[in-house]
């Protein structure tokens, strides 16, 4: 059987939503050579949701069988709060169906293979910074910008999970605190700021006192229908309304950027997401702004990146979590090496 850093050697990456179960084989470079994707059984009973899992698993194996001998494990993006370290999902608010639940040893008692288990955010950080844009780097800040904003922080190759595993809640961080209120219970949370629906929450008032704004006419007349996705292609067109919305965005991110490297001063900063794909051409204003908003005297030179990963950030993440761990159980040296 090939041996964890082998060339051959493959891991499955599983990501679960609230809606769907994504599985692929990834390879040593985090390439993905397959995919498998079903429904997420979210408030059916605990095993009618690993069944779920365990069907996009199973099509895998079926579609992929003269892969099967070089199979080497499984990693698992689920929905937190979760314990890492026991692979326990504890109570995810998508998925009422596990509570408690010992996800990473059903799965490896299904398959008879080792499982790792972590949270979306802290594995994506870490696909980027094993196989992404982060490769080379030994301390990478990573943040996911979407309906939500999550963060990961891999320092010396490992992901940083604090005392109990609840570290790295970025997007919960408040940057006003007379601020909207947030679905976590705190005001002013980066994510009631600068997520998906924060900017087209943003983008509609705008667009209600600015008419004239391509946003309205891109939702069909109802401000009700305006979205990021809507303020990007309006940005796109040269709506000044909507740069403005962008632009707005934009200052929050960096002051709470600002604070990111104040605190831990990260070698890379990515940035992956839908927002961020949106975000992408005021990338190196964030990087130039920095110094506005911290005190760090070489906070220019701390790259600003989009992350490798798209769509398909789930499974590599989920197979990064994997390649570590069978990595470290190989004693071998980390798979993330440090830029000198």
Request: glycine fraction near 14%; include cysteine; charged fraction near 20%.
């Amino acid at each position: 059987m090939p041996q964890a850093g082998s060339r051959n050697s493959l891991v499955i990456g599983v990501d679960i939503g609230g809606t769907k179960v994504a599985a692929g084989l990834v390879d040593h470079d985090g390439g993905i050579s397959a995919r498998s994707r079903g429904p997420m059984v979210a408030r059916g009973k605990a095993t009618e949701a690993l069944g779920a899992v365990t069907s996009v698993i199973d099509a895998l194996f079926q579609h992929n069988q003269g892969a099967c001998s070089a199979i080497r494990g499984i990693g698992i993006c689920s929905p937190g709060p979760l314990d890492p370290n026991a692979g326990v999902v504890i109570n995810p608010p998508n998925l009422p169906c596990w509570r408690d639940f010992p996800l990473a040893a059903e799965v490896s008692r299904t398959y008879q293979l080792p499982v790792r288990v972590d949270n979306d955010a802290n594995a994506a950080a870490l696909a980027e910074a094993l196989w992404g844009a982060g490769r080379g780097f030994r301390n990478v800040f990573c943040t996911t910008l979407g309906t939500g904003i999550g963060t990961g922080l891999v320092l010396d190759g490992h992901v940083y999970h604090g005392r109990t595993g609840a570290a790295g809640e970025g997007g919960h961080m408040s940057i006003d605190y007379r601020g909207p209120r947030c679905t976590c219970g705190k005001r002013g949370c980066i994510e009631t700021l600068a997520s998906g629906p924060a900017i087209a929450k943003r983008a509609r008032l705008a667009a209600d006192l600015a008419p004239g704004s391509s946003m309205l006419e891109l939702a069909g007349g109802n401000l009700r229908n305006i979205t990021s996705e809507i303020v990007g292609a309006a940005y796109a067109r040269g709506d000044q309304v909507a740069r403005e919305v962008l632009c707005e965005t934009v200052d929050v991110l960096t002051l709470w950027l600002g604070n990111i490297v104040d605190l831990l001063e990260p070698d890379i900063i990515i940035l992956g997401g839908g927002i961020a794909f949106l975000l992408a051409p005021f990338f190196d204003e964030v990087r130039d702004r920095l110094p506005s908003f911290c005190i760090n005297p070489r906070s220019r030179e701390i790259p600003v990146v989009p992350a490798r990963y798209g769509a398909d950030v789930g499974i590599a993440g989920g197979a990064a979590l994997c390649s570590q761990m069978l990595q470290n159980d190989d004693n071998r040296e980390p798979l993330v090496h440090s830029r000198r």
